[in-house]
C-alpha cells in the first residue's frame, strides 16, 4: 500500500525529443506527488510537484500528468536536453502541507539524453 | 543556493569505528529532519524522522543503536554510525521541511560513507 512503482528503470532520448516517466501508486490517502531530479554523487533537488485536485500542472519543459482514478501520474519532459541526464524519482506522501510527512520514493529512473 | 546542508560530503573510515554525519538547516528552523539510504542505483530508503528533543522515530529494520540520531537544536540533526561495517558503505542523505512552506522537501548534498 506504500509503495511507489515507477518506470522506466532507464530511458534513452534524442535531444529535443520528449521523456516520459511513469508512476503508480496505491494508498489514495497520498496527497502531494512531487518529482525530484538527482545527479551523481548530489542529493535531489525537487523538480515539480501536483496535488490530486489538478489534472495537470506544467513549469516550463516539464510537465505532471495526474490520473486520479486510474492512481498514476507521469512526468514528460519536453525537448529533453544533455544537460537533463539525471535519475529521476516520483514520490509520494499523505498531509500536504505538513513539516512531518514522510515521502516514499519510487525506484527511480535513469535518463540519458543522446546529443 | 543550498538550504539543507551535510558535512561532510564523503567520509572514509575503518570497521569498527563510528562516524558522525551532520545535517544543517541553513535559513530556517526544522523541527523535524529526515534521514535516508541510498545504495548505488537504487532509490532512497528512509531510515528514521528525526524530532528536535525528542527520541527519533525509526523505520521497520533499521537498527536504531547502530544508527544514532541526535537532533539538539532546531537546525541541526546528526547521524552517527556506530561500529561501523562495509555493509554500511552507503549514501547519507538528509532532508527538511521549511515551516509554512508546505510540502517541499529540502535535501542535504548527501554523505559518502565508506568503511574499509
Known amino acids: 500500500q506504500q509503495q511507489v512503482k515507477q518506470s522506466p528503470q532507464s530511458l534513452i532520448v534524442q535531444k529535443g525529443g520528449i521523456s516520459i516517466i511513469n508512476c503508480a501508486y496505491e494508498n489514495t490517502a497520498f496527497d502531494y506527488f512531487p518529482w525530484y531530479q538527482q545527479f551523481p554523487g548530489k542529493g535531489p533537488a525537487l523538480l515539480i510537484a501536483?496535488?490530486?485536485?489538478?489534472s495537470e500542472k506544467k513549469e516550463g519543459r516539464f510537465t505532471i500528468s495526474f490520473n486520479k482514478s486510474a492512481k498514476q501520474f507521469s512526468l514528460h519532459i519536453m525537448d529533453s536536453q544533455p544537460g537533463d541526464s539525471a535519475t529521476y524519482f516520483c514520490?509520494?506522501?499523505?498531509?500536504?502541507?505538513?513539516?512531518?510527512?514522510?515521502?516514499?520514493f519510487g525506484t527511480g529512473t535513469l535518463l540519458a539524453v543522446q546529443p | 543556493g543550498a538550504v539543507v546542508s551535510q558535512h561532510p560530503s564523503w567520509v572514509i573510515c575503518k570497521s569498527g569505528t563510528s562516524v558522525k554525519i551532520e545535517c544543517r538547516s541553513l535559513d530556517f528552523q526544522a523541527t523535524t529532519m529526515f534521514w535516508y539510504r541510498q545504495f548505488p542505483k537504487q532509490s532512497l530508503m528512509l531510515m528514521a524522522t528525526s524530532n528536535e528533543g525528542s527520541k527519533a522515530t525509526y523505520e521497520q529494520g533499521v537498527e536504531k543503536d547502530k544508527f544514532l540520531i541526535n537532533h539538539a537544536s532546531l537546525t541541526l540533526s546528526t547521524l552517527t554510525v556506530t561500529s561501523a561495517h562495509p555493509e554500511d558503505s552507503s549514501f547519507y542523505i538528509c532532508?527538511?521541511?521549511?515551516?509554512?512552506?508546505?510540502?517541499?522537501?529540502?535535501f542535504g548534498q548527501g554523505t559518502r560513507l565508506t568503511v574499509v
Open positions: 501536483i496535488r490530486p485536485d489538478v
Open positions: 532532508s527538511a521541511h521549511r515551516p509554512g512552506g508546505g510540502s517541499e522537501a529540502f
Open positions: 514520490a509520494a506522501s499523505i498531509g500536504y502541507g505538513g513539516a512531518t510527512n514522510k515521502l516514499i
